[in-house]
T-cell receptor, first 112, second 108 residues
């Protein structure tokens, strides 16, 4: 069965650069969540989308933005990167009819 | 402030022991999910509980949703080294928020 696909799996950027993370949800899933997980920490909710509209916003910095496209894939855009942005970024998808969420394998972002 | 409080934060036990971990909140959720995460991997869904008082069993794992749908527990019987991992609960309303997790280590 198709799972949530995230790309890239690993990304190294320098401070003040920009990064774009992509998430391709499971087919027919209409909801996408983004989470940031620092070393040894629990996943922190950033933002979610339902049917291409922002559904809820968590602790997403103003330097970050995200959107969900017509094909339901989502992109997390990160600008003016800081060392503290180094983390695993997970995307999860679910269907509103069945809220069970499935996670991608994450993108490990390292800011140097 | 954490929306969901999980306890204990760390738990180290011997193979064969039983354990219970807890997930508590002051908020009511439409459903609550338990995930298990291994290092460097995404969380994997174990179970979803929806009805207050609901009990679900998954082999040696027993999940219970509180009557008021604010809390949940996960009980593992005869723990095995393969149960080692980070156990996360997530409360679901319009979005999904995680607790800080319980890091379980089962020693052979």
């Amino acid at each position: 069965a198709a799972g949530v696909i995230q790309s890239p799996r690993h990304l190294i950027k320098e401070k003040r650069e920009t990064a774009t993370l992509k998430c391709y949800p499971i087919p027919r899933h209409d909801t996408v969540y983004w989470y940031q997980q620092g070393p040894g920490q629990d996943p922190q909710f950033l933002i979610s989308f339902y049917e291409k509209m922002q559904s809820d916003k968590g602790s997403i910095p103003d330097r970050f933005s995200a959107q969900q496209f017509s094909d339901y894939h989502s992109e997390l855009n990160m600008s003016s990167l800081e060392l503290g942005d180094s983390a695993l970024y997970f995307c999860a998808s679910s269907s509103r009819m069945n809220t069970e969420a499935f996670f991608g394998q994450g993108t490990r972002l390292t800011v140097v | 402030t954490q929306l969901l409080e999980q306890s204990p934060q760390f738990l180290s036990i011997q193979e064969g022991e039983n354990l219970t971990v807890y997930c508590n909140s002051s908020s009511v959720f439409s459903s609550l999910q338990w995930y298990r995460q291994e290092p460097g991997e995404g969380p994997v869904l174990l179970v979803t509980v929806v009805t207050g008082g609901e009990v679900k069993k998954l082999k040696r794992l027993t999940f219970q949703f509180g009557d008021a749908r604010k809390d949940s527990s996960l009980h593992i019987t005869a723990a095995q080294p393969g149960d080692t991992g980070l156990y996360l609960c997530a409360g679901v309303n319009n979005d999904m928020r995680f607790g800080a997790g319980t890091r379980l280590t089962v020693k052979p």
